[in-house]
């Protein structure tokens, strides 16, 4: 009988950061896997946007990661329909939220 599929591979989040740059914010973050195989990282980073009737602006993040790997990202945001302390957020093959004051 043929394999159908491998394990899927296992991240750890081991840093998120939201930063201010200008008027914009930046959001970095690292996540290492911890399992043995190589697979795909799936998540979606969500920023929101207070001052705007709809959902928050939500960013998909995709990449393939060799066994012994890491996924390093960054993107600087507007930050135009937000107000105060905002807090973002990640989740899929990691979990986590980050605060920034928009107003510094």
Do not use: C, H
């Not at 996540?31 to 190589?38: C, G, L, M, R």
């Not at 979606?44 to 790997?69: C, F, H, K, N, Q």
């Not at 990691?94 to 004051?101: E, N, P, S």
């Amino acid at each position: 009988m043929a394999k159908l599929s491998k394990p899927a591979p296992k991240f750890e989040l081991q840093s998120f950061d939201a930063t201010m740059e200008g008027s914009n914010a930046k959001l970095t973050f690292t996540a290492k896997k911890v399992s043995k195989n190589d697979g795909r990282f799936l998540a979606a980073l969500y920023w929101p946007t207070d001052e705007m009737s709809d959902d928050d602006e939500s960013t998909i993040i995709e990449r393939s990661v060799a066994a012994d790997g890491t996924v390093e990202w960054s993107k600087e945001f507007g930050t135009e329909y937000t107000t105060g302390t905002v807090s973002t957020r990640i989740d899929g093959a990691v979990t986590g939220t980050a605060k920034v004051d928009v107003e510094e």
